[in-house]
C-alpha cells in the first residue's frame, strides 16, 4: 500500500477510535451528573423511575463542531420510539457558549418542528450547558444552574408525559358550577401553580436543603472529570498521529 493510502487509513482509523472514545466518556459523564446531581439531589420528579425503567435514551453526537441538522436524525429517533419519555442529544465536541448554544437550541428546536403537521412536534426540547451562570436569589434564578450538565446537551422530554402530570394537578381557570359552591367556599380554594414553578420551588428547596456549596462542590468534581478525561483523549490521540506521520 503507498504510504499516502497508508497514512489515510491510519487517520479514518484513529478519527473513529477518538470518536468512540469521545462517545464512551461523554455518556459516563452525563451518568454521573444524572446520578449523583440530579437524582442523588432529587431535583427531578421522573428522572430516577424513567432511567430504572429504560425510558431514558441518551445519544452522543461525537462530531467535531456538528450543525444543528446534525441533531434531527437523533432527536427523531427519540421521538418516534414511544418507550422513550426522556432524551439527551450530548455534544462533547461543541464549542459554543451558553447563548451560542441557546441559538444552536433554537435552530433544531425551528428544524423539528418544521417535520411536524398542526399537532406539533411530540418532544420539548431544553437547553443544557456546562458554563450556565450560577444565581441563587429565586427559583427561576437558579434553573440555569441546574442544567450545568458536563457537556452542551439538549434534553427532549415527551409532551405527553408532560400533559400527563399537568392533568393530575388542577392549574389556571377551570368552569365552576357556582350553584353548587359558596364563593366563600371558592376563594378559599388554592389553585396550584403550573408544573414548571412547582419542579423550580421543590428543586430551590432541596438545593437550600442540600447546601448550594455542596451542590456546587459536585458538579465541580464532574466538571473536573471531564477537563481531565477530554484532555487525556486529545493527547493520545495526538501522540498517535505525530507517530503515524513519522512511519
Known amino acids: 500500500m503507498p504510504k499516502h493510502a497508508q497514512r489515510g487509513a491510519i487517520d479514518r482509523e484513529d478519527d473513529s477510535a477518538l470518536q468512540e472514545a469521545y462517545e464512551d466518556e461523554a455518556r459516563r459523564l452525563y451518568?454521573?451528573?444524572?446520578?449523583?446531581?440530579?437524582?442523588?439531589?432529587?431535583?427531578?420528579?421522573?428522572?430516577?423511575?424513567?432511567?430504572?425503567?429504560?425510558?431514558?435514551?441518551?445519544?452522543?453526537?461525537?462530531k467535531n463542531d456538528p450543525?444543528?441538522?446534525?441533531?434531527?436524525?437523533?432527536?427523531?429517533?427519540?421521538?418516534?420510539?414511544?418507550?422513550?419519555?426522556?432524551?439527551?442529544?450530548?455534544?462533547?465536541r461543541l464549542s459554543l457558549d451558553?447563548?451560542?448554544?441557546?441559538?444552536?437550541?433554537?435552530?433544531?428546536?425551528?428544524l423539528d418542528a418544521e417535520r411536524y403537521g398542526i399537532e406539533g412536534p411530540r418532544m420539548a426540547m431544553a437547553a443544557?450547558?456546562?458554563?450556565?451562570e450560577a444565581r441563587f436569589g429565586n427559583p427561576y434564578q437558579l434553573v440555569p444552574f441546574i442544567r450545568r450538565t458536563p457537556d452542551p446537551t439538549i434534553q427532549l422530554v415527551r409532551r405527553s408525559v408532560l400533559e400527563s402530570l399537568r392533568q393530575n394537578h388542577v392549574e389556571g381557570t377551570a368552569w365552576v358550577d357556582l350553584s353548587k359552591v359558596s364563593v366563600e367556599e371558592l376563594l378559599k380554594k388554592k389553585t396550584k401553580?403550573?408544573?414548571?414553578?412547582r419542579i423550580a420551588e421543590n428543586n430551590f428547596?432541596?438545593?437550600?436543603?442540600?447546601?448550594i456549596d455542596h451542590a456546587k462542590a459536585i458538579l465541580d468534581e464532574i466538571r473536573r472529570d471531564r477537563d481531565?478525561?477530554?484532555?487525556a483523549i486529545e493527547m493520545r490521540y495526538k501522540k498517535r498521529?505525530?507517530?503515524a506521520r513519522l512511519r
Open 31 to 62: 451518568l454521573r451528573y444524572a446520578i449523583e446531581f440530579v437524582e442523588g439531589l432529587n431535583l427531578c420528579p421522573w428522572a430516577t423511575s424513567a432511567r430504572v425503567a429504560g425510558k431514558t435514551r441518551v445519544e452522543i453526537l461525537t
Open 98 to 110: 451558553r447563548l451560542g448554544f441557546e441559538r444552536f437550541v433554537a435552530r433544531v428546536r425551528e
Open 128 to 132: 443544557f450547558h456546562p458554563e450556565a
Open 205 to 211: 428547596e432541596k438545593l437550600s436543603e442540600y447546601g
Open 193 to 197: 401553580p403550573p408544573l414548571h414553578e
Open 228 to 231: 481531565e478525561t477530554y484532555g
Open 67 to 92: 450543525s444543528p441538522e446534525d441533531a434531527l436524525a437523533p432527536a427523531h429517533s427519540i421521538s418516534c420510539d414511544e418507550t422513550i419519555e426522556v432524551g439527551l442529544l450530548v455534544f462533547p
Open 241 to 243: 498521529e505525530a507517530g
